[in-house]
């Protein structure tokens, strides 16, 4: 497969049928066709192609507030992660711990555990009958449990931080690795305190890696599905819940492709932008 | 993410300035913090399958292998579908991601090759419900329906783990390495050769970590299989849901650590057959 980099060889490729081939046979059945049929069923009224559903899907009060839900979760969760997930790099970076090393090893292998699994598991430790509960309760000597805040808006942040923090520390620890240390200490002989070096130097030079773990940390948050499931589908009606229930409980297709769509819409705005912000940077990612 | 050097390396650099951050006790409380977040979850999952009872206590009581003694046949058949798909799953995922790399190799700037590599990717920003729902729209009835059968469910898995297998393979196609593939091609090895000879013992370790990520993300994938599969084509992440759903949590705990247990496995015995390659000198 290689090619020699004359600019003769270069124009004819013995391959360029390839990509075509991986085009319509792999990808077109896979991602194609399907997000095609997905769109077109959207679209399709009784009487031909039509807009009216998502006009109906706009002014439902309901929609609105499915939507407005999910919206305000994505806010507070991804912000939240990402503030954690900086802070907790520049922790790893700067100020190496006993055991820090395996924490960061740990937090590699966390990308790979199941979503559904952390909000279980949080049931456990937060959910009230959960360890921390009971133990506040017989530490203050409470009559009840004091802890109820799992299964809703709390709980699912909750669950998102602590999932989706880790996302943003590989980035964030790749772009202060390519920090000049030499900037710092610098900055810090001419007498700038701390807050005054990680404003004015550290971020600055630290922000590809940043922007690109935040961002990439919003578009995760808005597709998570599992721990909306287990802790948000009793007291919160939120999108992608919307989507499933329509399509497996009332086998309702085509009002559930209108939601797809618009959450599709949303989800690849967001991918587009972290794809954009992550090419540009050398060491960037796909 | 896997373009960057592991996490490990990032964080063993040794000059470091002293910066005057919160002190000993501040740290050890940061510390802390981590590991209850995001340690203590994990060991969670694993302790409650081992307790007798794990409601209105702090600590878990009566440890014991009851759940684990008395999971059920679906229990079972859930294991066998889960392992079945992850590896089904992981090996095409390899395979295609592999070919989408060096498909595309030196061209994803612009053109045709710019369009494949985006649409491969695009599955990375679909959320899971609606690729699953996709993929049931397209083939839940003729003329191709697929509704009856695993193959859906391998289908969306497919197309969900695609991006970070091509992702691995492409990140192995570093430039040195292909001088010696043109090396070989110019002293007259035919494309098939330079392919077993060269270029796949080159990516060794990212197919590697591309069947184990592969694996791993099949095995614990929810939103899209919950959302196509065929009935007793159930994944333990199903039935986990379920059981959780129900309130039967400590059974849902034993499946849940032996679905870890499996892709730990699975991690450990690519790694480990590697190592034996290379110490017979392959």
């Known amino acids: 497969m290689s090619r020699s980099s004359s600019p003769d060889a270069r124009r004819r490729r013995p391959m360029a049928w390839q990509p075509w081939l991986l085009l319509v046979a792999v990808l077109g059945p896979l991602v194609i066709y399907p997000l095609a049929r997905l769109l077109l069923l959207s679209l399709s009224g009784p009487h031909g192609p ?80 959960g360890a921390l509960s009971i133990a506040l309760q017989q530490l203050l000597h409470l009559q009840n449990a004091p802890l109820d805040f799992l299964f809703g808006f709390g709980g699912v942040v909750l669950a998102e931080v602590v999932f989706y923090a880790p996302v943003v520390v590989r980035p964030t620890l790749a772009s202060l690795a390519l920090l000049d240390l030499r900037l710092v200490e610098a900055a810090q002989s001419l007498g700038a305190n701390r807050w005054r070096v990680a404003r004015k130097v550290v971020l600055p030079l630290a922000w590809p890696g940043i922007a690109a773990g935040t961002l990439l940390c919003f578009l995760l948050t808005l597709n998570e599905f599992g721990i909306l499931l287990v802790l948000g589908s009793a007291r919160l009606e ?49 | ?175 040195e390495l292909k001088i010696l593939r043109e090396a070989a091609q110019s002293l007259g090895a035919p494309p098939a050769m330079v392919l077993w000879r060269v270029v796949l013992p080159q990516m060794r370790p990212a197919i590697r970590a591309s069947l184990a990520l592969g694996f791993a993300l099949s095995l614990g994938e929810l939103g899209a299989t919950l959302t196509v599969y065929p009935p007793g084509f159930a994944t333990v992440p199903i039935v986990v849901i379920g059981e959780v759903a129900r309130g039967y949590y400590l059974p849902a705990s034993a499946l849940s650590l032996l679905l870890l247990l499996l892709s730990l496995v699975a991690l450990l015995a690519i790694a480990a057959r590697d190592r034996n390659a290379d110490a017979r000198g392959r």
């Not at chain 1, 618009?262 to 705005?269: H, I, K, P, R, T």
């Not at chain 2, 959320?127 to 193959?151: E, M, N, Q, R, T």
């Open chain 1, 50 to 129: 039509t807009l009216d559903v998502y006009l109906q899907f706009f002014r439902n009060p309901d929609m609105r507030n499915v939507l407005v839900s999910t919206l305000g979760l994505l806010a507070v969760s991804a912000s939240l992660a990402a503030l954690l997930g900086v802070a907790l790099a520049s922790l790893l970076f700067f100020r190496p711990f006993p055991g820090s090393h395996l924490l960061t090893r740990f937090l590699e292998l966390f990308v790979a555990f199941p979503s559904f699994l952390v909000a279980f598991a949080l049931i456990f430790i937060y959910g009230s009958q």
């Open chain 1, 238 to 286: 939120t999108l992608p819940v919307a989507i499933y229930s329509a399509a497996t409980v009332d086998l309702d297709l085509p009002s559930a492709s209108v939601g797809a769509v618009v959450m599709l819409a949303m989800s690849l705005s967001l991918f587009a932008l972290y794809r954009k912000l992550s090419q540009r940077q050398p060491g960037g990612m796909h």
């Open chain 2, 1 to 175: 993410m896997d373009r960057f050097p592991p996490l490990a390396v990032l964080t063993e650099r040794s000059s470091r300035p002293r910066a005057a951050w919160p002190g000993r006790l501040g740290l050890a409380l940061a510390a802390l913090l981590g590991c209850w977040l995001f340690v203590v979850p994990v060991v969670v999952v694993a302790l409650s399958s081992l307790a007798t009872h794990w409601s209105g206590t702090i600590l878990p009581e009566g440890l014991g292998l009851q759940w684990f003694r008395r999971l059920g046949d679906s229990d079972w058949q859930a294991l066998y579908t889960s392992l079945e798909v992850g590896a089904v799953v992981a090996t095409l995922g390899t395979v295609l991601g592999i070919w989408l790399a060096l498909a595309l190799e030196g061209r994803t700037r612009r053109g045709l090759g710019a369009v494949v590599d985006t649409v491969a990717m695009l599955p990375n920003g679909v959320p899971s419900v609606v690729l699953g729902l996709a993929v049931l729209i397209a083939y839940h009835k003729p003329p191709v329906d697929l509704s009856g059968s695993s193959l859906i469910v391998i289908m969306v898995q497919l197309a969900l783990v695609l991006p970070f297998c091509y992702r691995s393979a492409a990140a192995a196609l570093r430039p």
